[in-house]
């Protein structure tokens, strides 16, 4: 891992990668080899181990709000940077 790679923000390929560890790992199919590499994942660039922190957080809010009875507000790609939301 370079000094770059450190300073980095996780990018669309950091984070998809880690909704996919997260998927395994809330799905009862975690066994000791998934965890080994996981951790290999983790350790093999700090914006690993950012994207699935910030994974875990956004699905531990979800997880505390009631969406009961809300719509959705789905957005237009070109329309999401104005969330406010930086990852």
């Avoid at 996919?20 to 690993?48: I, M, N, Q, Y």
Wanted: aromatic residues 10%; glycine residues 6%; negative net charge.
């Amino acid at each position: 891992m370079s000094f770059d790679d450190r300073n980095r923000a996780p990018g669309e390929q950091q984070f998809e990668e880690a909704a996919e560890w997260l998927s395994v790992t809330e799905s009862g199919r975690f066994e000791p080899k998934a965890r080994r590499e996981l951790d290999c994942w983790l350790a093999a660039d700090s914006r690993h181990a950012r994207a699935f922190s910030r994974m875990q957080y956004i699905l531990m809010l979800i997880g505390e709000v009631d969406l009961s009875g809300i719509a959705a507000d789905v957005s237009e790609p070109e329309d999401r940077g104005r969330t406010g939301f930086s990852f």
